[in-house]
């Protein structure tokens, strides 16, 4: 049989051999024969969304208009959203702030849907005093605008209001 290990390895290595063809078709033929198998998909989800050589934003915006994906469900959210702005740290943390901006407006979709993923989703923004200036004062940007929300959660205003002290 097939040891998954080995299969997304070599996935992983396809992915970020900085050949998109080849990574392309490679996620294509997996895709089409794993598609149903859940646990499995977001693994290809997430090969996708933490590597810096595959995905910058707008890799992860389509992957997010995939019928696979579902914001509803919080394993599809973390296998995209959370291997993005968790292990993609090149592309998140672009100059400009652009990944800041899209993880603020996932938290604030979600908060709606799921409090309890938003919350955990803030974590990448509550890290803003690890970075230079530029990027401190666009993650606390983004904070403040969560902040700002009408009828946030109280999970999501705990969790920015300790981070902006």
């Keep these: 049989g097939e040891n998954m290990t080995d299969v997304f390895s070599a996935l992983s290595a396809l ?10 078709s ?5 895709h089409s024969k794993w598609k ?7 693994q290809w989800f997430s090969v996708q969304a933490s590597s810096s050589v595959y ?11 995939l019928p696979d994906f579902d914001l509803t469900n919080p394993n599809k959210v973390r296998s995209v959203v959370g291997a993005f702005c968790n292990q993609n740290l090149v592309r ?3 100059k400009g702030g652009a990944g800041y901006h899209f993880l603020a407006d996932i938290i604030l979709k979600l908060d709606k849907l799921n409090p309890q993923i938003a919350s955990r989703l803030m974590a990448p923004l509550t890290r803003w005093k690890k970075y230079d200036k530029t990027r401190q004062n666009l993650l606390q940007d983004q ?11 109280k999970d999501v205003r705990e969790v920015v209001e300790k981070s902006l002290v």
């Design 143 to 153: 904070l403040k605008r969560i902040q700002a929300e009408v009828g946030l959660s």
């Design 36 to 42: 149903n198998d859940a646990q499995v998909l977001e």
């Design 55 to 65: 995905a910058d934003l707008s890799v992860i915006e389509s992957l997010m208009e």
């Design 15 to 24: 992915v970020n051999s900085g050949d998109k063809d080849l990574a392309d």
């Design 26 to 30: 490679a996620l294509e033929r997996f």
């Design 92 to 94: 998140f943390h672009r």
